[in-house]
């Protein structure tokens, strides 16, 4: 009986360290994120996101929680929120955006422009070091899809060759 007590001491002491060593994405605001685009150039990853979305808390809690999609999404781009009923005016390629009523419901007319007017919940859009969309993914994605197409994006493979060449490139790779 005391050997199991030890161990659970002993896992409740270590528990905190499995925290500290898992990786967290560094979430910025689309206004931070242009700040810090004047000084250093990255890729840019946009979660387009509502509060009462279901499968965009889903996404949080095991796709942007993998240890190897939040490492790529800290090293290689900024990750930036953002909530589709937010109503603070923005800016993108020199017009200006806001929260609007246009569609029937209301969201910010930013998400909108984002997504090609697809929108849905959640959205993840990627831009290049100039706001240009590379690469829209609608809905919920495993973590292991959306760590290809980080890749893909990060990599510029989005120059060279279609995802489903790069997608069964790293398939053969892992195998190996």
């Known amino acids: 009986m005391t050997g199991v007590k030890l161990n659970l001491i002993y896992f409740l002491l270590l528990l905190p360290l499995t925290w500290i060593t898992a990786q967290n994405v560094q979430w910025i605001t689309w206004d931070q994120m242009v700040e810090k685009s004047k000084l250093e150039k990255k890729k840019i990853i946009v979660d387009i996101f509502t509060d ?18 939040a490492s790529t999404m800290n090293s290689c781009y900024y990750a930036v929120k953002f909530d589709a009923k937010q109503k ?38 990627f831009l290049d070091e100039n706001f240009n969309i590379v690469q829209q993914l609608p809905n ?25 060449t790069y997608e069964g490139i790293m398939k053969n790779k892992n195998k190996h």
Do not use: I, R
């Not at 009462?52 to 999609?69: E, H, Q, R, S, Y």
């Open 52 to 69: 009462g979305c279901l499968p965009c808390k889903n996404m949080d809690l095991t796709t942007f929680a993998n240890d190897k999609v």
């Open 88 to 125: 603070k005016e923005m800016q993108y390629k020199n017009k200006n955006y806001d929260y609007n009523c246009d569609y029937g419901t209301c969201f910010h007319s930013l998400a909108f422009e984002l997504t090609s007017g697809q929108l849905s919940f959640p959205s993840v859009v």
């Open 140 to 164: 919920y994605q495993e973590s292991v899809y959306f760590h290809n197409v980080m890749g893909w994006v990060c990599q510029n493979y989005y120059k060279k060759m279609p995802f489903k």
